[in-house]
């Protein structure tokens, strides 16, 4: 007998700079919609979190095997929703690489705000002096780069209806329907 089609689902990446509320509001999503949560922070090799810690923003080198290992998580086909900050369009071309359908949602704020949840929040090992270096080095979405922008202004609850909802209203993306007897992982 044929084994049952396995059907990939759609992943979610949270991207935006540090303190934008990728991890808080990528759990939530997870929780609201019964799917996986990773936290990107969580498959960072212990150099880059070394360099971090010490200050020193990482640079495309040191993001690149990081980037890879979010990639494959992508890849597996679950619709994990990942935090990541994905700051370059190049960083997402290559995550686009591993899950060519990932949709990114793009945590957006002031810099005011951002300071105000970076000084009122710890972190394993996130400075807030970095800052600086992470608005710099983002890339904001592409109008062609499927994805969304969302204001971290809104409460927490706000974002991920309002992710829930633009992925909805997206298009339909071409990942293979489930058909009976697939398998759904
Ligand atoms: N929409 C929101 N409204 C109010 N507070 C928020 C919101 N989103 C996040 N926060 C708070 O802001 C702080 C930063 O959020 P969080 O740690 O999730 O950001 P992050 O993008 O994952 O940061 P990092 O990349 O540095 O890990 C936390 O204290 C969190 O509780
Ligand atoms: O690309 C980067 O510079 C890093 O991923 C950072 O974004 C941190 O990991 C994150 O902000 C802390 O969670």
């Known amino acids: 007998m044929d084994s049952a089609p396995v059907v990939t689902l759609q992943p979610i990446v949270l991207m935006g700079v540090s303190g934008s509320g990728k991890s808080t509001v990528g759990e939530r999503l997870a929780a609201a919609s019964g799917r996986v949560f990773i936290d ?12 971090m810690a010490a200050g020193i923003p990482l640079t495309d080198d040191d ?8 990639g494959e998580r992508l890849a597996v086909g679950d619709g994990a929703i990942v935090a990541c900050s994905s700051l370059k369009r190049a960083y997402r071309e290559l995550l ?18 951002l300071e105000q949840r970076l000084a009122g929040r710890h972190h394993e090992y996130m400075p807030t002096t970095l800052l600086d270096s992470q608005l710099a080095t983002l890339e904001p ?22 992710i829930r909802a633009a992925l909805a209203a997206g298009e339909p993306v071409d990942i293979g329907a489930p058909a009976e007897g697939d398998i759904i992982c």
Not at 96 to 113: H, K
Request: glycine residues 6%; aromatic residues 8%; proline residues 7%.
């Open 96 to 113: 686009r690489e591993y899950a060519p359908e990932a949709y990114f949602a793009l945590l957006s704020g002031t810099r005011e705000l």
């Open 141 to 162: 979405l592409d109008s062609d780069e499927r994805g969304g922008v969302f204001d971290i202004a809104r409460p927490v609850d706000d974002l991920v209806a309002e």
């Open 63 to 70: 993001r690149l095997p990081w980037l890879r290992r979010v």
């Open 40 to 51: 990107g922070d969580d498959l960072h090799p212990a150099e880059n979190k070394e360099k």
